[in-house]
C-alpha cells in the first residue's frame, strides 16, 4: 500500500522559506506512470495546487506562486521536497503531499495523499 | 486559470437522500475532472476521475457525470459515512472547485 509522509518544521517566520519533504514509502517514486504534487489547504478554506513534479525532474507550478515556489526529486531517497520563499500569513495551511497520476502523457488526478502538515507563518 | 464554480456550498441531506452535486468549468474541460471527499482534519480522498470513472475501493452509490463545462456528483442514497466536504477538480491547471458541505438534516 502506498504511503505518502510530509515533515518539515510547523512554524515558520515572516519572510522565511518554508521547506518541506514527502517520503514516499510502498512504491517507487521513479515511474513515468505517476508525478508528484504538493497542494495546500488554509485553515478553514479550499484546496490549491502548488506545483507538481516528474521523476526526472519536470515540473509544473500555480502561476501565481511560480516566483516563490522550487519543488525538487531525490530517487535515491524516495523523496521529494517543497521550497516556498519569503512567505507570509497568507502562506498558513496545511500542507499536502500527493501523487499526481499521469494520464495520456499528462498529470490528471491525485490518487494517494499524505495526512498533511499545518505550517503556520508566525 | 479555469475557475470552478461548485453549487451549493452547503447541503443539508438526511440518511437516505438521493444527493446531487454541481461543479461548473469557466471553459471546457473536456471530461479532464475528478471528485473528492474530505472529512474534517483528514486528507482529500478520490471518488470520480475522468468526470464518471469510479475509484477503485469507493461504494457504488456514488457517480459522476458531465463533459465540457457542466458536472455532477451523485450520492444515490447518502449513508452515515457521507457526511463531509466534496471538491471538483480539473486537469487544464489543476483548480479545484471551493467545496460542498453535506450536513445531516
Known amino acids: 500500500q502506498l504511503q505518502l509522509q510530509e515533515s518539515g518544521p510547523g512554524l515558520v517566520k515572516p519572510s522565511e522559506t518554508l521547506s518541506l519533504t514527502c517520503t514516499v514509502s510502498g512504491g517507487f517514486i521513479s515511474s513515468s506512470t505517476y508525478y508528484w504534487a504538493w497542494i495546500r489547504q488554509p485553515p478553514g478554506k479550499g484546496l490549491e495546487w502548488i506545483g507538481t513534479?516528474?521523476?526526472?525532474?519536470?515540473?509544473y507550478y500555480k502561476p501565481s506562486l511560480k516566483s516563490r515556489v522550487t519543488i525538487s526529486v531525490d530517487t535515491s531517497k524516495n523523496q521529494f521536497s517543497l521550497k516556498l520563499r519569503s512567505v507570509t500569513a497568507a502562506d498558513t495551511a496545511a500542507y499536502y503531499c500527493?501523487?499526481?497520476?499521469?494520464?495520456?502523457?499528462?498529470?490528471?488526478?491525485?490518487?494517494?495523499w499524505g495526512q498533511g502538515t499545518l505550517v503556520t507563518v508566525s | 486559470d479555469i475557475q470552478m464554480t461548485q453549487s451549493p456550498s452547503t447541503l443539508s441531506a438526511s440518511v437516505g437522500d438521493r444527493v446531487t452535486i454541481t461543479c461548473r468549468a469557466s471553459q471546457s474541460v473536456s471530461t479532464w475532472l475528478a471528485w473528492y471527499q474530505q472529512k474534517p482534519g483528514k486528507a482529500p480522498k478520490l471518488l470520480i476521475y475522468?468526470?464518471?470513472s469510479l475509484e477503485s475501493g469507493v461504494p457504488s452509490r456514488f457517480s459522476g457525470s458531465g463533459s465540457g463545462t457542466e458536472f455532477t456528483l451523485t450520492i444515490s442514497s447518502l449513508q452515515p459515512d457521507d457526511f463531509a466536504t466534496y471538491y471538483c477538480q480539473q486537469y487544464n491547471s489543476y483548480t479545484f472547485g471551493g467545496g460542498t458541505k453535506v450536513e445531516i438534516k
Open positions: 475522468k468526470a464518471s
Open positions: 500527493a501523487r499526481h497520476v499521469v494520464c495520456s502523457g499528462w498529470p490528471c488526478h491525485f490518487d494517494y
Open positions: 513534479i516528474s521523476y526526472s525532474g519536470n515540473s
